[in-house]
T-cell receptor, first 116, second 112 residues
């Protein structure tokens, strides 16, 4: 149980294009989903917290207009990197938390983005 | 600022030995701690967690110890196997927003 998937697993795009990454909880309903980015040999940095049916909460320094987050259902959240640039190349990971009262976050396999 | 950090960035052990990975945290308000394992190119995998009202918790081949007095967390892996080779992160949660703060990570290498 508690499986989280991400799609795509990797993507290469041209500078200036937008990329959408999906995060799905496969066998549970996720009240909250989180988006992280991770640079090589570094730790995970929280970008934003996404609650179903409401606007995402972004961490300090994360541009909400550049990283659009939509949490349309209890099993799906999407992250869209708009007008991607080479410095946006990174490993993007989502996590999902079950319903209220449960703290454990389960992580997806990550999406590697390379912007040329 | 307040953060979660690790004492050792790398750890190399022989197969069959026990491994101990350490983590220091600075926020005394943290009440929930988790250890994650991350293999290369993959997302973090939950290993074990512990609440602040406990000082020890055991799982299968793993034990987490929490010392609130010195704000120290450790992960013990018994009979370490090559498949345990990965980066291990501690993470802390404080408050009701469920946001996690991750430590820097320790690379564990198990030599056959």
């Amino acid at each position: 149980g508690a499986v989280v998937s991400q799609h795509p697993s990797w993507v290469i795009c041209k500078s200036g294009t937008s990329v959408k990454i999906e995060c799905r909880s496969l066998d549970f309903q996720a009240t909250t989903m989180f988006w992280y980015r991770q640079f090589p040999k570094q730790s995970l940095m929280l970008m934003a917290t996404s609650n179903e049916g409401s606007k995402a909460t972004y961490e300090q320094g994360v541009e909400k207009d550049k990283f659009l987050i939509n949490h349309a259902s209890l099993t799906l959240s999407t992250l869209t990197v708009t007008s991607a640039h080479p410095e946006d190349s990174s490993f993007y990971i989502c996590s999902a938390r079950e319903s209220a009262g449960k703290e454990t976050q389960y992580f997806g396999p990550g999406t590697r983005l390379l912007v040329l | 600022g307040e953060s979660v950090g690790l004492h050792l960035p790398t750890l190399s052990v022989q197969e069959g030995d026990n491994s101990i990975i350490n983590c220091a945290y600075s926020n005394s308000a943290s009440d929930y701690f988790i250890w994650y394992k991350q293999e290369s190119g993959k997302g973090p995998q939950f290993i074990i967690d512990i609440r602040s009202n406990m000082d020890k918790r055991q799982g299968q081949r793993v034990t987490v110890l929490l010392n609130k007095t010195v704000k120290h967390l450790s992960l013990q892996i018994a009979a370490t196997q090559p498949g345990d080779s990965a980066v291990y992160f501690c993470a802390e949660n404080r408050g009701s927003n469920y946001k996690l703060t991750f430590g820097k990570g320790t690379l564990l290498t198990v030599n056959p």
